[in-house]
T-cell receptor, first 111, second 116 residues
C-alpha cells in the first residue's frame, strides 16, 4: 500500500538556525499537503502542492514538490520559538483518495 | 474561522465497552474523516465518508468500528467492543473540494480515548 516516509524524526535547532524536513512517497502523488501540530494540539493545514516542481512560500516557510511528484520538502528560514511543533507531510494518490500522513518531524527550538 | 467540534475531549472506558465519539464538521463541508494518533506517533487514516456512505477505509477500520451521520450536523465514530490498543487520540476532520477551496482538511481538537 501507499507509504509516506518523513525524515528526520526529530530536529533540535538554536533559534535563528534553518530547518528542513523531507518527505518521500512510495507512489506518485496527485498532491501533497503539509500540516503543523503544536504539542498537545491537532494538525493544522499549512499548504497544498499540486504541480510537479511546484514551490510555494509562506513568510519564512518554503515548500517544494519534486519533479516526479514523489517527494517534498519544507524549509524554515531563521527558526523562531513559535515554530516549535511536529510538521507532517500528507499525500494522496488521487484527488478523491485518502490522505496518508508521514511520521512527522518534531522540531524543537532553543532560545 | 469555522471549526470542527469534537466531544468529549477525553473518554475513559473499560475494555469491552462500546464508545461513541462525536463530531460536528464544518457546515458546508461534504467530506468527513476519522483519523487516530497513538501518543507520539503518526496520524493514521481510519475512514472517509461522503454522500452518506463510507468512501474508503483502512485495515484498522475493522468490524468493531462504524461511522454514522445521524442528522445533518453530527458525524459519529462507534467502537463496539474496545480493546486496550484502541487507546489513542481520535481526530475528526472535514474538507470541501469545491473549486475555490484550499483542499486542506480541518481537524477537530480530538477525543483522547483511554481504554482500561
Amino acid at each position: 500500500g501507499q507509504q509516506v516516509m518523513q525524515i528526520p524524526q526529530y530536529q533540535h535547532v538554536q533559534e535563528g538556525e534553518d530547518f528542513t524536513t523531507y518527505c518521500n512517497s512510495s507512489t506518485t502523488l496527485s498532491n501533497i499537503q503539509w500540516y503543523k501540530q503544536r504539542p498537545g494540539g491537532h494538525p493544522v493545514f499549512l499548504i497544498q502542492l499540486v504541480k510537479s516542481g511546484e514551490v510555494k512560500k509562506q513568510k519564512r516557510l518554503t515548500f517544494q514538490f519534486g519533479e516526479a511528484k514523489k517527494n517534498s520538502s519544507l524549509h524554515i528560514t531563521a527558526t523562531q520559538t513559535t515554530d516549535v511543533g511536529t510538521y507532517f507531510c500528507a499525500g494522496k494518490n488521487n484527488q478523491g483518495g485518502k490522505l496518508i500522513f508521514g511520521q512527522g518531524t518534531e522540531l524543537s527550538v532553543k532560545p | 474561522e469555522p471549526e470542527v467540534t469534537q466531544t468529549p475531549s477525553h473518554q475513559v472506558t473499560q475494555m469491552g465497552q462500546e464508545v461513541i465519539l462525536r463530531c460536528v464538521p464544518i457546515s458546508n463541508h461534504l467530506y468527513f474523516y476519522w483519523y487516530r494518533q497513538i501518543l507520539g506517533q503518526k496520524v493514521e487514516f481510519l475512514v472517509s465518508f461522503y454522500n452518506n456512505e463510507i468512501s474508503e477505509k483502512s485495515e484498522i477500520f475493522d468490524d468493531q468500528f462504524s461511522v454514522e451521520r445521524p442528522d445533518g450536523s453530527n458525524f459519529t465514530l462507534k467502537i463496539r467492543s474496545t480493546k486496550l490498543e484502541d487507546s489513542a487520540m481520535y481526530f475528526c476532520a472535514s474538507s470541501d473540494f469545491s473549486r475555490t477551496a484550499n483542499y486542506g482538511y480541518t481537524f477537530g481538537s480530538g477525543t483522547r480515548l483511554t481504554v482500561v
